[in-house]
């Protein structure tokens, strides 16, 4: 997972074009929210109420992996996925592996590389689990805070009352 693989590292990728697929990362998301959000104010409004309940036990997220693991497949969509399962290119290419790079037949270079891209990912990763991190540790420290405060108004109160 070097730069000389063929595909340029994501710190030798220029600024803008990590830019631009944050960007877009950042907009289909938005997207995603707003038609999710859409979708569940017209199945109020078409009182559609086992939907909407859906709807919101799936943005919730306490659906369980039970449920997808209990629905039917097919004889055709179970070779389809042993296949795919015994076929590694997907989880190399997932993990950042090398393959072959299209632009670099046609003479062209990519926008971002694989490589580029798995970087990005790793990198997003990090972020969000500091993010989680930090917002836990703000979360405990101010349940502490308020915790110290209750306890200094009851010692104020008992110390009135005497």
């Known amino acids: 997972m070097s730069g ?16 631009v697929v944050c960007f877009v990362l950042v907009l289909i998301s938005i997207i995603i929210d707003c038609i999710i959000h859409l979708i569940g104010k017209w199945f109020k409004k078409k009182n559609k109420r086992a939907l909407y309940e859906s709807l919101e036990k799936i943005k919730s997220g306490d659906h369980h992996e039970d449920d997808i693991s ?11 996925l042993a296949s795919l399962d015994s076929d590694n290119i997907f989880r190399r290419l997932l993990a950042g592996g090398t393959s072959e790079d299209k632009c670099a037949s046609k003479g062209k270079v990519s926008f971002v590389s694989t490589e580029g891209i ?3 990912h790793i990198f997003i990763f990090v972020l969000a689990c500091f993010h989680i991190l930090y917002s836990v540790l703000t979360m405990a420290l101010g349940g502490l805070k308020i915790q110290r ?6 010692k104020r109160h008992l110390g009135k009352g005497t």
């Open 4 to 19: 000389d693989e063929g595909g340029r590292s994501l710190e030798e990728t220029p600024t803008w074009a990590v830019a």
């Open 70 to 80: 209990n629905t039917k497949v097919n004889d055709n969509q179970r070779k389809l």
């Open 118 to 120: 798995h970087q990005l």
């Open 149 to 154: 405060g209750l306890d200094l108004q009851e």
